[in-house]
T-cell receptor, first 111, second 113 residues
Framework: GENVEQHPSTLSVQEGDSAVIKCTYSDSASNYFPWYKQELGKRPQLIIDIRSNVGEKKDQRIAVTLNKTAKHFSLHITETQPEDSAVYFC??????????FGQGTRLTINP | DVKVTQSSRYLVKRTGEKVFLECVQDMDHENMFWYRQDPGLGLRLIYFSYDVKMKEKGDIPEGYSVSREKKERFSLILESASTNQTSMYLC????????????FGSGTRLTVV
């Protein structure tokens, strides 16, 4: 089945700097890759997603890149702010309905 | 806004008890999912359902069962709760067509003592 590896498990950056979280997946048939943000005590929320027919997608300070050949995708957050502090999960679609999630990255933005 | 509601935010149960976790969504979604969330392990799929009375095992179904008698409700059942089932349980739903992102419930933190 699909396996998704996410790195790093924790990441600490200075406010205003960029943060990058990386994921690799095993099933070359996966064609949909969402990212979720989970603030402390809250539900995971979809923040951006990308399909396999594009290599990059951007939404304001957040961007996701996909390398299908290498089977990895990354989340990039620029000009980080304190409210970006959260746990971030990557995921890959497996089969018709299921998402397989990475282990999560706890991002801390230091003022 | 899609709402996915989990009936309990916190639950404490004794070892051996039968436990029911309820999830209700209000947007007529076909697909519903149960995940458990543990530190360092991410979200792991327990069971999912793509239609009423239909269910499929996820990656970690052992010790769990599910019920989907109505489209809007998906129940997770711990037949005989054990301490290793202490975890955060997240329900999610999505439509069968169109957007593929999940909408999650707020989670149920279950402690088995």
């Amino acid at each position: 089945g699909e396996n998704v590896e996410q790195h790093p498990s924790t990441l600490s950056v200075q406010e205003g700097d960029s943060a990058v979280i990386k994921c690799t997946y095993s099933d070359s048939a996966s064609n949909y890759f969402p990212w979720y943000k989970q603030e402390l005590g809250k539900r995971p929320q979809l923040i951006i997603d990308i399909r396999s027919n594009v290599g990059e997608k951007k939404d304001q300070r957040i961007a996701v890149t996909l390398n299908k050949t290498a089977k990895h995708f990354s989340l990039h957050i620029t000009e980080t702010q304190p409210e970006d502090s959260a746990v971030y999960f990557c995921a890959a679609k497996w089969g018709a309905q299921k998402l397989v999630f990475g282990q999560g990255t706890r991002l801390t933005i230091n003022p | 806004d899609v709402k996915v509601t989990q009936s309990s935010r916190y639950l404490v149960k004794r070892t051996g008890e039968k436990v029911f976790l309820e999830c209700v969504q209000d947007m007529d979604h076909e697909n519903m999912f149960w995940y458990r969330q543990d530190p360092g392990l991410g979200l792991r799929l327990i069971y999912f359902s793509y239609d009423v009375k239909m269910k499929e095992k996820g990656d970690i179904p052992e010790g769990y069962s599910v019920s989907r008698e109505k489209k809007e409700r998906f129940s997770l059942i711990l037949e005989s709760a054990s301490t290793n089932q202490t975890s955060m349980y997240l329900c999610a739903s999505r439509t069968g067509t169109g957007t593929e992102g999940y909408t999650f419930g707020s989670g149920t933190r279950l402690t088995v003592v």
